[in-house]
């Protein structure tokens, strides 16, 4: 492998992999022996690269202008404008413009030839979509509530018609064709539920948070769900 692809190569593992990533590890998402690891590490240095960390401890990598362009292969490049592309069908426009947007940022900083690639792909999304209830509730709140692990009261009228209003703890958001879903923790039921956005009245911040629960709560569900298809 030519060095200059080497060093490419680790800059990619180093941004993908959760810091700190131990010298092991890159050694094998890289295929190098850990020897040319540290060399390579200390070549990345030389050139600017701010990475943090030592032999036994864990390297992480801070980004920087002066560090060198993010690199894609041609699959990897088909696969981003084919999922942003894909955004369209959701019927999120703000979700749009902001696959959208992140995508030209990335285009921006490849090289030309890897640039023409994400202008001219062969691969295209068109899918049919059935006309789709307008949820009253706007997604960014949801999204937000999701971020910032804070709950939410809705006004929630069910598959049978019937309506209740809920404290929920909102987890996830799900984008179908036909529907946007919402996964939350209901301290009414003290359960899991899946919520039709479209079936909310309203939704607005309850004042609470369940900070730091989110990840936790969803490793739950994920186990209850593989139970029970066991």
Not at 126 to 137: G, H, M, N, W
Not at 167 to 186: N, T, V
Not at 199 to 212: Q, S, V
């Amino acid at each position: 492998m030519a060095r200059s692809d080497r060093l490419m190569r680790l800059m990619d593992v180093l941004r993908r992999l959760p810091a700190p990533v131990t010298a092991q590890r890159l050694a094998e998402e890289t295929g190098i022996s850990p020897r040319q690891l540290y060399r390579d590490i200390a070549t990345l240095r030389a050139g600017g690269a701010l990475i943090d960390g030592a032999a036994g401890l864990g390297y992480t990598l801070t980004e920087d202008p002066a560090l060198p362009p993010q690199s894609f292969d041609r699959i990897e490049i088909e696969a981003l404008v084919l999922a942003v592309s894909g955004l369209g069908t959701l019927g999120d426009p703000v979700l749009e413009k902001a696959g959208q947007a992140a995508l030209a940022r990335i285009v921006a900083t490849l090289p030309d030839r890897q640039a023409q690639q994400a202008i001219h792909t062969v691969m295209r999304s068109f899918r049919a979509v059935d006309a789709r209830p307008e949820p009253l509730v706007d997604p960014a709140l949801l999204r937000e509530a999701c971020w910032e692990e804070t709950d939410l009261l809705i006004h929630y009228r069910d598959l049978k018609e019937r309506e209740t209003e809920r404290l929920i703890w909102p987890l996830g958001l799900s984008y179908g064709p036909q529907s946007l879903m919402l996964l939350a923790h209901c301290r009414l039921r003290m359960d899991f539920r899946v919520f039709h956005v479209a079936r909310m009245g309203w939704a607005r911040p309850g004042g609470g948070t369940f900070r730091p629960r989110r990840v936790g709560l969803l490793r739950d569900y994920v186990a209850a769900r593989q139970a029970g298809l066991r």
